[in-house]
């Protein structure tokens, strides 16, 4: 007996039986009708108001559409399904997330459509924050997934669901995903695709590792995850860690160069009376804002310095108090 296993066994007596949580997951039971029922009224409603909560940068709204989301129901389906050995479930789990996933997307462009005074895509931290994915996210979505399961497996450590729910993003960056793709901003809608693929093929894995582990796939009776799906679990899995590493390195460099252009900049401003007031990444760009009385003071000295340590071709843009704005 593995480790999982020993500490699933150790509160046995709080463990679920494969059945109930059958009934929690799987669509293709006796309660089909009020199951899809509560899944498209929670999945529409969340899906509205974390797409509000996107536009607005409002968190508060955030949250609370990813605590009532239901898009983690069929991803954890997947992972039973996958260890019971049961197709029909299985498919019924895919199909649901694929339609749970189009909808959310749905939603979110019809809201970038349907408002106008709202935060700028390159300036919302809400749709910065979902659109650079790190091997760090794949980490913590792995560990959270496994919680998730853990709570699924075990009734004495269900209230923990909630939590999980937040940790792990589902619907907001599929809102995100709508909302960009509404800008025409298909790189930050890539990134946030990938930010989604990495949450739910950690829920995947991690729900595969619990369940089997809780010993379901013998409760079941049933040939569970073969060599085949384990292949297709591991490929998937390093399939996501290639683009994740690229997106870390790159996040990574494009920190050090917003330092130095931050280093530089205040070098550049002192004695003038001017002043940098943010740097920030928009897209494959780095932006500068400064202010201050008067004539600026001479922009070649802070070219050369910026180009000392950022390559030429990083594109820089200082944008002054004023509108004006000028590339280095």
Do not use: C
Not at 159 to 184: F, H, Q, R, Y
Request: glycine residues 10%; hydrophobic residues 50%; proline residues 4%.
């Amino acid at each position: 007996m593995g480790l999982p296993s020993r500490v699933i066994d150790a509160g046995r007596e709080h463990r679920n039986p494969l059945p109930e949580v059958e009934a929690g997951l799987f669509v293709g039971t006796a309660s089909r009708g009020a199951m899809l029922t509560r899944f498209w009224t929670l999945l529409l409603l969340a899906s509205i108001a974390a797409a509000a909560g996107v536009v607005d940068d409002a968190t508060p709204l955030i949250i609370g559409a990813m605590i009532v989301s239901p898009l983690s129901t069929p991803v954890y389906g997947i992972a039973l399904g996958t260890v019971v050995g049961s197709r029909r479930d299985l498919r019924d789990a895919l199909l649901l997330l694929a339609a749970g996933i189009a909808a959310s997307i749905a939603i979110g462009l019809l809201v970038n459509l349907l408002t106008f005074e709202r935060v700028p895509v390159e300036a919302n931290p809400q749709i910065i924050g979902r659109t650079a994915p790190k091997v760090l996210d794949l980490v913590v979505a792995i560990a959270m997934g496994l919680v998730g399961a853990f709570a699924l497996v075990r009734r004495d450590v269900a209230n923990i669901v909630a939590g999980v729910a937040i940790a792990i993003s589902l619907v907001p960056v599929l809102e995100v995903v709508g909302i960009t793709l509404g800008d025409g901003r298909f790189d930050l809608a890539w990134g946030a695709s990938l930010l989604f693929l990495t949450n739910v093929a950690a829920i995947v894995v991690a729900g595969v590792l619990v369940f089997t582990a809780a010993g379901y796939q013998r409760d079941a009776a049933g040939h569970g995850a073969g060599r085949r799906t384990k292949a297709f679990i591991a490929v998937l899995i390093v399939a996501l860690v290639i683009p994740l590493t690229i997106t870390s390195v790159r996040t990574y460099r494009y920190q050090r160069w917003m330092e130095a252009t931050d280093v530089a900049t205040r070098r550049w401003a002192e004695g003038s009376g001017w002043r940098l007031t943010d740097v920030r990444q928009e897209g494959d760009e780095i932006v500068a804002t400064v202010i201050g009385p008067g004539e600026a003071p001479s922009l070649e000295t802070l070219r050369a310095q910026v180009r000392d340590s950022v390559p030429g071709s990083v594109s820089i843009r200082i944008v002054k108090g004023s509108g004006e704005t000028d590339k280095l």
